[in-house]
């Protein structure tokens, strides 16, 4: 595993109400990163072709990155790799890869699986399950040593609202109740993580 700072291209957060919702997303600090590039951080990017997708989300520190696959239905399950190939240092960001439904914009909420490293904690990675709540509504659920192997994940979103993550062979599940996702998020800050066999089926 690489560690370092690299001066990349990904999203800033050009406003505070964005900077707040990404930290509530990654679970960092309330320390929001100063805006050097502005861009429209609004815009969504998708990824092309019918799958796996793969993703290199390089996110400089205190920045994020993110790509996005269609995901529509009542039943919805994706699978796939993720992989921490360099962690960044930022003292109010965790570095983080998510694997979440969303809906068609930045808002809220965001249903799905958080990986985190925790500025304070810096040798593990913690596994939680996010829901449709406030900041605090994430469940860490198992943890391991920081590692830059392959971490096989899984995440499912039922037409009754229950959501279930694996990752690692450790699994959690959450009622977070009626919701139509729009796409599946893979988003990380303050780290370099490759997304690989990423793929979205609708299991009804």
Not at 97 to 116: E, I, K, M, S
Not at 122 to 141: C, L, Y
Not at 188 to 200: E, N
């Amino acid at each position: 595993m690489r560690n370092g700072c690299g001066i990349l291209t990904s999203g800033s957060l050009s406003t505070g109400l964005l900077a707040v919702a990404i930290l509530l997303i990654t679970g960092c600090a309330a320390t929001s990163p100063p805006s050097v590039v502005k861009e429209d951080v609004n815009k969504l990017n998708y990824q092309g072709g019918p799958g796996p997708y793969s993703f290199e989300c390089d996110a400089p520190p205190g920045r994020f990155d993110e790509s996005n696959v269609p995901a529509s239905g009542d039943k919805l399950r994706a699978s796939g790799t993720l992989r921490f190939l360099e962690l960044r240092s930022h003292p109010g960001w965790a570095a983080s890869a998510t694997v979440t439904f969303a809906g068609p914009t930045r808002q809220r909420p965001f249903l799905g699986l958080q990986a985190l490293i925790m500025p304070d904690e810096p040798n593990t990675i913690q596994f939680a399950i996010t829901g449709k709540g406030d900041a605090q509504e994430r469940n860490v659920f198992a943890t391991t040593k920081v590692t830059d192997a392959l971490i096989p994940f899984e995440v499912s979103l039922s037409q009754a609202g229950d959501l279930e993550v694996s990752v690692a062979g450790q699994s959690a599940k959450m009622a977070v109740g009626a919701f139509e996702p729009a796409r599946l998020s893979l988003f990380c800050s303050t780290a370099l993580i490759h997304f690989s066999k990423v793929t979205v089926e609708n299991t009804r």
